[in-house]
């Protein structure tokens, strides 16, 4: 363990170093895809992103052109009942699948702190080891959500409130400095609120994690250890924080830049196989709405697996990195971090030869006494 414990730029060369000799010396495919898999689980390397909804013109669909009959392919009208249905339906498959994502990601990562820190990499071996640590996580997680929620419930939720009981939204052009002056109200409030809880969100999986698998104590306990190594380095902590954002934005630039020229290339041979079946079909099948879902639901099948595991073969070495970074800055502050990432060769005792006993002389057969004549 080092005598000084290491700032946050030195960190950064045995970060490196770690990285190199994991994932290139040399590089094993067994390795690195097991490591893109778990990035992928636990979402080290990834950023949100959000979709655009188009049901505002779901009703023009029935009438493309617009009103003039014979405009457009006919499209027969759908039960408002089954959309309700297909709808509720859609919730609640979210809802389990983001559910069953958050517990897959709780156990994923010990798993991920585990292949970094001692280089395991058996997946199922890993997994039941930390089974119940990432498993008391999940439940954390739920928790501490909850109450996020409930939070923001809160203090939007009632000031929103207010303002429908008000009639702002009757008339929102009346209202509309009013409406201004709100939102702008809340941006600092957002910021107050989202900022603390990154912060929060980042130290808990960079630095409590590795202390509740090495310590296996429960979650509080964690955090109750490492807000006194932080409150003995707040300074350390802090550039910690914004040298992580600033690796973090420089590696999400290269690692774009990366996946866009080879989501290009992958995406040659699809586009030929597409227009293959567009033609052998025939452009007249797409004219049916049930054709069109079919046909993008399979393209989501085919590409979307093909994208993800793209994303995580570039990025395996960038999360191998960002964990190691943590582990390196935790560790020269946590002797027993330091001591499991550099494991002493235990010496081997020499064996000594044992020499058995030399066996007893068995007794001589006295010959008798010869009597007397």
Known sequence: MPVKPLSPVDCIGPAVERTEKLMFQPARWSRWWRIALLGLATGEFASSGGCNSGFRDFGKL???????PGGGPHIPEINAALIASVVAILVVAAIV???????????????????????RYRLRESWS????????????NLAFGAI??????????????????????????????????????????????LLPLAIAHLFIKDFAI????????????ALRKLWGMVKAAKGDFAIYVLLKIVIAIAAAIALAIIDIILLLILLIPIGIVAGIII????????????TIAIAVTAAVIVVLPLVLFVIGFVAA????????????????RYEVLWNYMHP??????????????????????????PSPA
């Open 344 to 369: 002493v060769a235990e010496t081997p005792v020499p064996v000594v030869p044992t020499i058995p006993p030399a066996p007893e002389n068995p007794p001589l057969d006295m010959p008798p006494d």
């Open 210 to 221: 590795p202390i509740i698998a090495l310590e296996n104590i429960t979650i509080p306990n």
């Open 97 to 119: 699948l983001a559910l069953v994502h958050l517990y897959v990601a709780s156990v994923s990562r010990f798993m991920l702190f585990d292949s970094v820190a001692a280089d």
């Open 279 to 290: 033609a052998a079909v025939g452009t007249a099948a797409f004219h049916n709405p049930v």
């Open 129 to 140: 080891r930390w089974h119940s640590h990432g498993l008391r996580y999940f439940l954390f």
């Open 317 to 332: 070495p960038a999360v191998v990195f960002y964990v190691s970074y943590s582990l390196y800055f935790l560790g020269s």
């Open 148 to 193: 996020v929620l409930c939070l923001y419930a809160v203090l939007f939720g009632a000031p929103l409130l207010a303002a429908w009981r008000a009639g702002l939204f009757t008339h929102p052009r009346e209202h509309a400095a009013a409406l201004l002056f709100a939102f702008l109200g809340m941006i600092p409030i957002l910021l107050a609120i």
């Open 62 to 68: 029935s009438n493309p052109s617009g009103g003039a």
